[in-house]
């Protein structure tokens, strides 16, 4: 088989599968939200709630550690 | 570590991106507006000498908004979205704080010599990617200066979870490290080889395999340099302005691995007809169709996160200008799959109906949507309200007028020329010279010209509202929280 067939093929199957990727990261999103694990629409309020005194959506733990000893940044 | 009170963004590289940005785009539309002219009236080519042609401006148009004024919008809000959605002040790092201050002026020293560059005629001759190899080299330590403070930023973060537009800014720059990496890798023939200017240099691929870099890196530009970064941008400043939350959350997730996922593969549909493999051309038309599934889900995601908050559209020019922005985006999203069907490709290929589609959707799409965030940010910026909400509404429907204009224009123009090049007797020999056509594109040439004056204008009257907000309007007490405030 010729480099460029090879090319072609490599092309479809490497397609195919990214599509079974991306269906499979739908069901996914909102498998996980069924299930009560995550809830994404939450995330939203990012940007709404934005000022730096707000209390984060989902607090950075690694960042609490370090910095907010002592202080009340986020609360 | 600051006390909570002292706490606050820091806005001093935002402010210093947003004075690039107007300076860039004023100068971008001034010379496109020229440009746009000397093809109506060729006698305006010779004004400035070599430096004054068509040939030797076009490059210098299409750098300076592309690289100028559409990099500074982003960056202007990159840091200010950046810092707000993470909940952290960069000020909170002294390296993040310098490095951003880096990142600024070796950009600005940067671009200016690129321009320079280029009007002296220095240029690579790849098309978007013409900077001759000394400037790429600067190109790639700018970009990396920014990973630095992105990457940096996200390390400090409050927020766990990044919010969606930071997901956009961060495609937006590991697509153009990798598009700008891989398309320019050049052999400078002075150091090489001994020979040709120590400017100079080749690319390292050949025929048809540069054409194919080449456009896999030509259109994947436009994706994540006019596309990824200015979702980014309406993600955050049209649920904020509106106080809305984004319609759906997942519906966003989901749009940007879409567009990942597709965007990557399209870019062969500028080589219709060449000598690429067919199969290749053809993946790239089938993928430019598919392309309008994401594009449509972010651009139906900012309409949906308006509903039942229409009337702001009637009472907030800058509602106005987004809203207006997700429409251009999905009219040039659904142009562009369009051309790039085989068949249509046929007619509209190297036609004037190319550069219409580009213009409805960077004058339409990027800038509206730049300066709508440029006009967000200013109030909170500089802690001011903005100057005059009824100079807003004559650039918006002055410059809305300009871009229906331009590409109505651009339409006529583009399919009477792609029928006249194709146009035979019954003999079989062709009934138009090349001369013909532009005799009968002219009209058209003068109307986009016109167009290209009127969006100029717009933009001036954008620079005093803007300059007017920031030196004399009224002072404000505290941040507004959604709504931008305007006299």
């Known amino acids: 088989m010729e480099i460029r067939e090879l090319q072609a093929y490599a092309n479809f199957f490497f397609t195919v599968f990214l599509v079974f990727l991306l269906y499979g990261y739908i069901i996914h999103l909102y498998r996980s939200e069924k299930k009560g694990e995550r809830d994404y629409e939450q995330y939203a309020n990012i940007a709404l709630n934005d000022e730096i005194t707000d209390a984060p959506v989902e607090r950075n733990p690694k960042t609490l550690d370090k910095k907010e000893k002592g202080g009340k940044i986020d609360e | 570590m600051q006390s909570n009170a002292a706490l606050e963004y820091d806005y001093s590289v935002v402010k210093l991106f947003t004075y690039t940005t107007i300076l860039f785009g004023f100068l971008g539309m001034l010379i496109g507006t020229l440009i746009a002219s000397q093809l109506a009236f060729p006698e305006l080519n010779y004004l400035l000498g070599e430096y004054g042609t068509f040939s030797r401006l076009r490059p210098v148009h299409t750098n300076i908004v ?50 320079v560059s280029l009007l002296l005629g220095f240029s690579a001759s790849k098309e978007y990617a013409e900077f001759e190899w000394p400037i790429d ?19 400090i973060r409050r927020e766990k979870t990044l919010y969606i537009s930071l997901w956009y800014y961060i495609a937006c720059f590991l697509g153009i490290a990798m598009l700008y990496l891989f398309n320019n890798m050049e052999v400078p023939t002075y150091l090489v080889a001994g020979v040709g200017s120590v400017w100079h240099s080749v690319s390292m691929y050949s025929g048809t395999n540069d054409a194919l870099v080449q456009w896999w890196f030509g259109h994947n ?77 972010s651009a139906i995601n900012m309409l949906l996160t308006m509903k039942g908050e229409w009337n702001q559209l009637t009472d907030n020019p800058l509602i106005k200008f987004m809203v207006l922005a997700s429409t251009f985006y999905m009219l040039s999203t659904l142009e562009g799959p369009i051309q790039a069907i085989k068949s249509v490709n046929a007619i509209a290929h190297f036609t004037d109906w190319i550069p219409g589609h580009v213009h409805d959707g960077v004058l339409g799409w990027v800038a509206f949507t730049i300066m709508s965030a440029l006009f967000h940010m200013a109030p909170r910026a500089f802690k001011r309200e903005i100057y005059s909400k009824s100079l807003m509404e004559t650039q918006f429907w002055l ?39 532009v005799a ?23 620079t005093y509202n803007m300059y007017m907000t920031i030196t004399a309007s009224k002072k404000l007490e505290e941040e507004p929280q959604f709504r931008s405030p305007m006299a």
């Open chain 2, 137 to 155: 080299v600067v190109v790639v330590l700018i970009w990396v200066i920014w990973g630095v403070t992105m990457f940096g930023l996200i390390g």
């Open chain 2, 399 to 437: 410059q809305t007028t300009a871009v229906v204009l331009y590409f109505t224009s651009m339409w006529i123009a583009g399919i009477t020329q792609g029928m006249m090049w194709r146009a035979v007797d019954e003999y079989g020999n062709l009934m138009y010279s090349f001369i013909d056509t």
């Open chain 2, 66 to 115: 592309i690289y100028g004024f559409t990099l500074s919008g982003i960056w202007a809000t990159f840091y200010y979205v950046g810092q707000r959605t993470l909940k952290v002040s960069i000020a909170e790092s002294k390296f993040l704080t310098i490095m951003s201050k880096v990142h600024f002026w070796l950009y600005f020293v940067g671009a200016l010599i690129g321009v």
């Open chain 2, 440 to 462: 009968v594109l002219r009209p058209y040439y003068t109307i986009r010209a016109l167009a290209g004056l009127m969006y100029l204008t717009g933009f001036i009257i954008f």
């Open chain 2, 221 to 297: 530009a436009v994706a994540f340099a006019f596309t990824v970064p200015i979702i980014a941008i309406i993600y955050y400043f049209l649920p904020k302005e509106s106080g809305q939350a984004v319609y759906s959350y997942k519906l966003s997730l989901l749009s940007f691995w879409g567009l990942m996922f597709v965007y990557l593969w399209a870019g062969s549909h500028h080589l219709l007809y060449a000598t690429v493999p067919d199969w290749m051309q053809t993946m790239g038309s089938i993928f430019s169709i598919v392309l309008i599934l994401p594009s449509w889900g």
